[in-house]
């Protein structure tokens, strides 16, 4: 074994000699940095989405007659105003807050109007003595109790109409009593 380590001493010699010449020139170069990983592809910003509003029918144009226009005043000091379109005939803006939706009037059964949100978020329902604003994607109502100055009108016009009719057979009873107390006398014992 002695001759095989003879025979690469000098090899071997070689080796450590070359190893420390490098390591002072190793150590004075900086290491290199790692390469950052690859950043994933940024995907597109998605195409805006074109909505064309369709025209309207002449079913859509009665309802929009019967909307109430005007700033409506909601529970908790909330107000929504409904307007008609100035882009789109027979089509209804209503604005909340910070929204704001394009709607389409739509005639129920029942008599009262529903506005429809074109994009599908909103609806809003109106009856004569109040309005009411649902999102329907989160099945949550936004506000209610919510009174345009016509609906007010309407409801002021049947609390009168109601006090009438309350006040109609009492008034026959009086008048009745007092056009047979005259023809009459009292006698008292």
Aim: aromatic share 6%; hydrophobic share 45%; proline share 8%.
């Amino acid at each position: 074994m002695s001759s095989i380590f003879l025979r690469c001493a000098p090899a071997i010699a070689a080796l450590v000699v070359s190893a420390f010449a490098l390591a002072p020139a190793l150590a004075a170069e900086p290491a290199k940095p790692a390469k950052p990983a690859a950043k994933p592809a940024r995907k597109a910003a998605p195409a805006p989405v074109v909505f064309a509003v369709p025209d309207a029918q002449p079913d859509q144009v009665k309802a929009a007659e019967l909307v109430y226009y005007g700033p409506y005043d909601c529970e908790f000091q909330q107000n929504v105003s409904v307007t008609q379109s100035a882009k789109h005939p027979a089509y209804v803006d209503v604005k909340f807050g910070s929204g704001n939706w394009l709607m389409k009037p739509v005639l129920s059964s029942t008599g009262a109007i529903r506005l429809e949100d074109v994009r599908g978020e909103m609806l809003m329902v109106q009856i004569s003595t109040k309005s009411m604003l649902l999102n329907v994607k989160t099945a949550k109502r936004l506000v209610d109790e919510c009174i345009s100055p016509r609906q007010r009108e309407l409801v002021a016009e049947a609390k009168a109409a109601k006090a009438a009719a309350e006040a109609a057979p009492v008034k026959a009873i009086v008048e009745a009593g007092t056009a047979a107390g005259t023809g009459t006398t009292s006698t008292m014992k």
